[in-house]
């Protein structure tokens, strides 16, 4: 079974530039995540996608990121312009339906510098 | 809201010695489901062991178990006969049985194996 597939990998760019992440969940997934996570702490959720609707973004800061997960299969997350602090590790996540125990799986994420 | 606190910043164990990593989590609720995350260095989130919290049982999966107090809301970790290979970041998390519930995870524990 193909994992989540996340790119870029690696990612560096000047501050106020923008970036866009790309997630390509496990097939018949419905819940995807989006978290971040800097250096030494644990990862925190941005956003949270049922199909392809948002359930919670609660923690998404709406003024410079955005995302959207067209017809509820892959995602794109976008930061517009990026600050500094938003050198973090970007992971993606799906899980079958929110209420399942399953777990959700994690891609390798994206590891963006922010000069 | 729920929250995850792993008070342990960083472990150490000698390699074929035991360990036990601590997790408090704090609910309202009554269903929900706690996880045990290993991230190594190479930054893949990966499932080490989960529990329902309606299961009176401790799960667990080879080397790994939990010690789950639901009444205390604790939920720990335990490595046995620790490897190398164990050493990364490990995450407490936690999601209610909710259709559209989100998956917090604690600031996590790094965890050294000594040779």
């Known amino acids: 079974e193909a994992g989540v597939a996340q790119s870029p990998r690696y990612k560096i760019i000047e501050k106020r530039q923008s970036v866009a992440f790309w997630c390509n969940p496990i097939?018949?997934?419905?819940?995807l995540y989006w978290y971040q996570q800097i250096l030494g702490q644990g990862p925190k959720l941005l956003i949270q996608?049922?199909?392809?609707?948002?359930?919670?973004d609660s923690q998404l800061p709406k003024d410079r990121f955005s995302a959207e997960r067209l017809k509820g299969v892959d995602s794109t997350l976008k930061i517009q312009p990026a600050k500094l602090e938003d050198s973090a590790v970007y992971l993606c996540?799906?899980?079958?339906?929110?209420?399942?125990?399953?777990?959700?799986?994690f891609g390798q994420g994206t590891r963006l510098t922010v000069v | 809201a729920q929250t995850v606190t792993q008070s342990q910043p960083e472990m150490s164990v000698q390699e074929a010695e035991t360990v036990t990593l601590s997790c408090t989590y704090d609910?309202?609720?009554?269903?929900?489901?706690l996880f045990w995350y290993k991230q190594p260095p190479s930054r893949q989130m990966i499932l080490v062991i989960r529990q329902e919290a309606y299961k009176q049982q401790n799960a667990t999966e080879n080397r790994f178990s939990v010690n789950f107090q639901k009444a205390a809301k604790s939920f720990s970790l335990k490595i046995s006969d620790s490897q190398l290979g164990d050493a990364a970041m490990y995450f407490c998390a936690y999601r209610s049985a909710g259709a559209n519930s989100k998956l917090t995870f604690g600031k996590g524990i790094t965890l050294s194996v000594r040779p």
């Open positions: 996540a799906s899980s079958l339906a929110g209420g399942s125990p399953t777990e959700a799986f």
């Open positions: 609910t309202s609720e009554s269903d929900y489901y």
């Open positions: 996608f049922q199909n392809n609707g948002v359930v919670d």
């Open positions: 097939s018949g997934h419905a819940t």
